[in-house]
C-alpha cells in the first residue's frame, strides 16, 4: 500500500503538459504499429485466398471436375507468379524485430509455430493418402521428402520457411548483415540453373524465394523511406512496367518465367508496388475478412489441401456440378479452417495439438521490463 502512495505522489509531481505529450506520443506509436499490422494482415491474407484459389481451379480441372474458363486460368497464372513470394516476403518483413528478442526466444518460438504444425500436417497428409489408397505408408515418407511431383508436399512453405528463419539466426550469429541472404538465395538460385540447362522448379525455388525473404527483412528497417521513393509517380511507372514484362512472357509463353531467377525483378517490382501502396490502407469493414483471415494465415495454409484432396476423392465424382465444384471447394477451404480458428479459441489444447505448441508463453506486458528507451511491445 505504502509504494502505491509513493508512486501516486510521484505522477503527481510530473507536470501535465508531460503527462499529456506522453500519453500523445504513445497513441501515436501504438496507431503507427497497428495501421502496419492492418496492411501487412490485409496483403497476407489476399495471398493465402490466392492460394486456396489456385489450388481450387489446379485440382478441379486436373481431378476433371469442371473445365476451367479462359479467365480463371489466366488469373491463376498470374497469380502463381506472385502468391508465394509475397508470403516469404512478408514472413521476412518480421524477422528484423523477432530476432532482436535474442534467439532463446526467436528460435523455440519458431518450432512451435512452424516445425510443429508442419509435422502435424504432414502425418495427417499422410494419413488422408492412406485411406484413398494412393501410396502405401511405407512408400509415403520417401515421396514427402523426395517428391517427383511437387503437389505431394502441400506444406513445403512452411519447412522453407522454418529453415530461412534459421538461416537468419546464424547470419547474426556469424554478424553478417541480413541482406546477405539475398545474395544466398540468388546464388543458390543462379547455380541451379546454370548446373542444368532446364532445371526443376523445386531446385529454383528453395533459392529463389529465400531471396524474397531476406528482401522483406532489409526492407523492414528501411520501409518508412523506401515507400516514399516507390510511391512517386516515375517510379511507380516503371514498376508497373517490370513486373508487366515477365507476366506477359509467362502468359505468352515465351520462356519459363517461374522461379526464374532471370525473371526475378518482376515479382520483386511487385512487391515493390505492394509495399508502396498497401500501407495506405485503412481498416474498415471491406478488409476485416481478410485481415482475419492473414492473421490466422496458417489454419488456412494447412487446411486447405487435405480438405480438397478428400473433396476430389469422396465426394465430387458422385455430383455433376461443373464449375459448382469449383466454389464448393473455395467455400470449403475459407470456412472450415474459420469454424477451427473459434473453436480451437474455446477449447486450447486443439489449437496446442494442431497448430501452435503453448511453449513458449509469451510474456503479459505488465511482467515485460523494458529499457526507458525501449519501444512499447507489439501485441
Known amino acids: 500500500m505504502l509504494s502505491g502512495v509513493i508512486r501516486y505522489i510521484k505522477a503527481l509531481s510530473i507536470p501535465s503538459t508531460c503527462r499529456v505529450a506522453g500519453m500523445a506520443s504513445g497513441k501515436r506509436q501504438e496507431s503507427g504499429v497497428r495501421q502496419r499490422a492492418i496492411w501487412m494482415d490485409v496483403v497476407r491474407g489476399l495471398a493465402i485466398i490466392a492460394v486456396i484459389y489456385g489450388h481450387a481451379e489446379a485440382i478441379g480441372r486436373q481431378d476433371g471436375m469442371f473445365d476451367t474458363p479462359g479467365w480463371m486460368l489466366t488469373s491463376n497464372r498470374i497469380l502463381v507468379l506472385l502468391r508465394m513470394p509475397l ?206 483471415v492473414g492473421r490466422n494465415s496458417l489454419y488456412y495454409y494447412v487446411m486447405h489441401y487435405p480438405m480438397f484432396l478428400g473433396y476430389s476423392w469422396w465426394f465430387a465424382w458422385r455430383h455433376e456440378w461443373g464449375l459448382g465444384h469449383f466454389f464448393g471447394l473455395m467455400a470449403l477451404g475459407l470456412i472450415v479452417p474459420t469454424i477451427a480458428i473459434y473453436v480451437c479459441r474455446w477449447i486450447p489444447p486443439l489449437k496446442w495439438l494442431f497448430f501452435e505448441l503453448p511453449w513458449p508463453r509469451k510474456k503479459s506486458p505488465a511482467t515485460q521490463t523494458l529499457p526507458a528507451s525501449a519501444p512499447a511491445p507489439n501485441n
Open 87 to 292: 508470403l516469404m516476403f512478408l514472413s521476412g518483413m518480421l524477422v528484423p524485430r523477432s530476432i532482436r528478442r535474442g534467439w532463446k526466444s526467436f528460435l523455440p518460438g519458431k518450432f512451435t509455430k512452424l516445425a510443429w504444425p508442419y509435422a502435424v500436417w504432414i502425418a495427417i497428409f499422410f494419413v488422408v493418402l492412406w485411406i484413398h489408397e494412393a501410396a502405401t505408408l511405407d512408400q509415403i515418407p520417401m515421396e514427402i521428402i523426395n517428391p517427383d511431383n511437387p503437389n505431394l508436399t502441400p506444406l513445403w512453405y512452411l519447412r522453407n520457411l522454418f529453415f530461412y528463419y534459421l538461416l537468419a539466426q546464424v547470419l547474426v550469429w556469424l554478424r553478417l548483415p541480413l541482406w546477405s541472404g539475398i545474395f544466398i538465395g540468388l546464388g543458390l538460385s543462379t547455380y541451379h540453373l546454370l548446373k542444368v540447362p532446364y532445371p526443376d522448379q523445386i531446385d529454383l525455388r528453395w533459392g529463389y524465394l529465400m531471396a524474397f525473404f531476406f528482401l522483406g527483412a532489409f526492407i523492414m528497417d528501411h520501409l518508412d523511406k523506401i515507400s516514399r521513393f516507390l510511391r512517386k509517380p516515375a517510379v511507380t511507372l516503371v514498376l508497373i512496367v517490370l513486373f508487366l514484362i515477365p507476366v506477359y512472357v509467362y502468359l505468352a509463353e515465351i520462356a519459363p518465367v517461374r522461379y526464374r531467377p532471370e525473371y526475378i525483378w518482376g515479382p520483386m517490382a511487385f512487391a515493390g508496388l505492394v509495399i508502396a501502396y498497401a500501407p495506405l490502407i485503412k481498416s474498415s469493414w471491406l478488409t476485416k475478412p481478410i485481415e482475419f
